[in-house]
């Protein structure tokens, strides 16, 4: 077998996140600052954010309150699907196509390197340069690719597990624990744990705190893909073990983020993987049936809490964008602590300024800030590669088939390894 040359190792914050990234990218113009991103640095004029569904309903808001300041310089929202693997097809097009009309675009953490390497990103440096110093450390070097910030952390997000503290006293610490509660689940009739196990981005995230919280790894500390490992196969056997046994409802194959928001909004489960932006808004949504008895802890591990991977977007200006004096404003905007605290009152969404997760104030009304915090800072990044797509397709499908009982954990762990291979390959 060859073995992948680029897969190169990289410290982030208190983690060691583990990297791949090429010696060649896509082809565009990089960290250059030539060609396209040359064009359009003074430019200033009516722009557009482009951003999945806003399930928060924080950007039209905000949105509006930019325009009613920036008369001649509005912003038009385009909503994307609130499927992750459609945002991110939808810019490819778009990027592709040199659209000068897609400004300034929200970019989830794992699609960073490939958008970059490809050259549609603006390096945010010299006329385009932000302050990142008061930000979270790994949502810094989310948005950045080989040494460049290509993008600004906009909101972060890392994995909670909420349970209903009305029929758990004490949030289960172990995957094992939270198993054993699932007779309480059976005894309300409801299904006891499900998180996101559609075929998409979702799945992926999943499947790797599945396996990085029962003490395995996708890359190993090389940034070689280790999947043929007992814990990695314990970590997926995990999920399988799970689906297979009930303790997952078989509906749950099919729930991305919001699927299964509603599901355990709908008094339907007992134990919910979701981003924090659940909190929001089951605990204000008239429907929702857990309002008063929402508890939220760390996702659970092998011996003590499990890891989340990490979430998160990043707004980036299009290099192709005429305007991009008045994107790099909008991104400005969008990152003060007057936004970020709008994001994180409003929304439920994790702020990417260290400050606040220790505000006082804040924490008062959003008593899960710490474990949100901690829950981040622990974050394990999915890997970092201009290959990503392939990477991920690997990942979803192998684990979708394991899920699902058409191959066994070993079996879909082996070919993941070897497709992730395989995408690294000949570099
Ligand atoms: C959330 C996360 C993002 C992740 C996606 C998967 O939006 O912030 O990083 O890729 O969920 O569905």
Request: charged share 20%.
């Given at each position: 077998?060859?073995?992948?040359?680029?897969?190169?190792?990289?410290a982030t914050?208190g983690?060691?996140?583990?990297?791949?990234?090429?010696c060649?990218?896509?082809?565009?113009?990089?960290?250059?600052?030539?060609?396209?991103?040359?064009?359009?640095?003074?430019?200033?004029?009516?722009i557009?954010?482009?951003?999945?569904?806003?399930?928060?309903?924080?950007?039209?808001?905000?949105?509006?309150?930019?325009?009613?300041?920036?008369?001649?310089?509005?912003?038009?929202?385009?909503?994307?699907?609130?499927?992750?693997?459609?945002?991110?097809?939808?810019?490819?097009?778009?990027?592709?196509?040199?659209?000068?009309?897609?400004?300034?675009?929200?970019?989830?953490?794992?699609w960073?390197?490939?958008?970059?390497?490809?050259?549609?990103?603006?390096?945010?440096?010299?006329?385009?340069?932000?302050?990142?110093?008061?930000?979270?450390?790994?949502?810094?070097?989310?948005?950045?690719?080989?040494?460049?910030?290509y993008?600004?952390p906009?909101?972060?997000?890392?994995?909670?597990?909420?349970?209903?503290?009305?029929?758990v006293?004490?949030?289960?610490?172990?995957?094992?624990?939270m198993?054993?509660?699932?007779?309480?689940?059976?005894?309300?009739?409801?299904?006891?744990?499900?998180?996101?196990?559609?075929?998409?981005?979702g799945l992926?995230?999943?499947?790797?705190e599945?396996?990085?919280?029962a003490?395995?790894?996708?890359l190993?500390?090389?940034?070689?893909?280790?999947?043929?490992?007992?814990?990695?196969k314990?970590?997926?056997?995990?999920?399988?073990?799970?689906?297979?046994?009930?303790q997952?409802?078989?509906e749950?194959?099919?729930?991305?983020?919001?699927?299964?928001?509603?599901?355990?909004?709908?008094?339907?489960?007992?134990?919910?993987?979701?981003?924090?932006y659940?909190?929001?808004?089951?605990?204000?949504?008239?429907?929702?049936?857990v309002?008063?008895?929402?508890?939220?802890?760390?996702?659970?591990g092998?011996?003590?809490?499990?890891?989340?991977?990490?979430g998160?977007?990043?707004?980036?200006?299009?290099?192709?964008?005429?305007?991009k004096?008045?994107?790099?404003?909008?991104?400005?905007?969008?990152?003060?602590?007057?936004?970020?605290?709008?994001?994180a009152?409003?929304?439920?969404?994790a702020?990417?300024?260290?400050?606040?997760?220790?505000d006082?104030?804040?924490?008062?009304?959003?008593?899960?800030?710490?474990?949100?915090?901690?829950?981040?800072?622990?974050?394990?990044?999915?890997?970092v590669?201009?290959?990503?797509?392939?990477?991920?397709?690997?990942?979803?499908?192998?684990?979708?088939?394991?899920?699902?009982?058409?191959?066994?954990?070993?079996?879909?762990?082996?070919?993941?390894q070897?497709?992730?291979?395989?995408?690294?390959?000949?570099?």
């Open positions: 077998m060859k073995t992948p040359k680029f897969l190169l190792p990289v914050a983690v060691l996140a583990l990297t791949l990234s090429a060649g990218g896509g082809g565009g113009t990089t960290s250059s600052g030539g060609g396209d991103a040359a064009q359009g640095l003074d430019g200033r004029g009516p557009t954010y482009v951003q999945g569904k806003d399930n928060s309903n924080v950007i039209r808001p905000l949105i509006e309150k930019w325009n009613a300041a920036h008369p001649n310089e509005k912003v038009t929202f385009k909503e994307q699907t609130d499927n992750a693997d459609q945002q991110h097809d939808d810019l490819v097009q778009h990027f592709q196509a040199k659209d000068a009309n897609y400004d300034v675009a929200s970019v989830d953490v794992v960073t390197a490939e958008f970059a390497a490809k050259g549609w990103l603006q390096p945010l440096k010299d006329k385009m340069a932000l302050d990142t110093s008061a930000m979270l450390k790994p949502t810094v070097e989310a948005a950045s690719y080989k040494g460049t910030l993008a600004v906009e909101s972060s997000d890392g994995g909670i597990l909420y349970y209903r503290k009305d029929l006293p004490t949030a289960p610490k172990t995957w094992a624990e198993m054993s509660m699932c007779s309480i689940a059976t005894a309300n009739n409801m299904g006891c744990y499900a998180g996101q196990f559609k075929k998409y981005e992926t995230v999943n499947a790797s599945a396996i990085n919280s003490g395995g790894a996708v190993d500390k090389d940034g070689k893909p280790s999947l043929n490992t007992p814990e990695a314990a970590g997926l056997e995990n999920l399988t073990k799970a689906y297979a046994g009930g997952i409802p078989k749950g194959i099919t729930f991305q983020e919001e699927e299964s928001r509603q599901a355990f909004q709908d008094g339907k489960l007992l134990f919910l993987r979701n981003w924090p659940v909190y929001n808004l089951a605990t204000t949504e008239g429907s929702s049936k309002k008063d008895v929402l508890g939220m802890a760390a996702l659970p092998l011996t003590g809490p499990g890891s989340s991977s990490l998160g977007h990043s707004a980036a200006v299009s290099v192709y964008s005429k305007n004096a008045t994107a790099l404003d909008f991104l400005k905007f969008l990152t003060t602590e007057e936004t970020q605290k709008f994001f009152t409003q929304g439920s969404l702020p990417v300024l260290g400050k606040l997760y220790d006082k104030d804040l924490v008062a009304k959003l008593p899960y800030l710490p474990v949100l915090k901690t829950s981040i800072e622990n974050a394990v990044p999915r890997p590669t201009p290959f990503y797509p392939a990477v991920t397709k690997a990942i979803q499908e192998n684990a979708y088939s394991a899920i699902k009982g058409e191959k066994t954990a070993e079996t879909a762990l082996s070919d993941m070897k497709s992730i291979e395989s995408a690294s390959a000949g570099q």
